[in-house]
């Protein structure tokens, strides 16, 4: 289970890391053009939400479904299935809490770089 954790930890890390450098001149643009600190920041911070619900739309479905499967092939029937809602809660803070850690890495590093130099490096 860690090392299945940890793999799923790089994966996210390197596509919010990644799509962030993607989108490096258009980050620059906004910050040229005026785009507040504040601003920046509650920006990334409902992507970073938006990234978190929508990973939860689609895992939690299959992993309930997924457990409610393995419960009724390993059970005899005199016993219910219940949801591990301790699991669960674990699993939504921890996805929130990789999220928001790698945008934070991701922002510092757009943030440490010039302007000019994001917008020129894009057009050559």
Known sequence: IIMISLIAIANVFNTISTN??????????????????????????????????????????VAIISSWLICKTMMVDSHRFVLPWASIGISIISVFLVIFITMLYAVSKIRKENIIDALRDDMT
């Open 20 to 61: 962030i450098k993607l989108r490096r001149r258009e980050l620059a643009m906004l910050r040229s053009v005026g785009m507040s600190d504040r601003d920046f920041n509650k920006m990334m911070r409902f992507e970073c939400a938006f990234y978190g619900v929508r990973s939860l739309l689609f895992g939690l479905p």
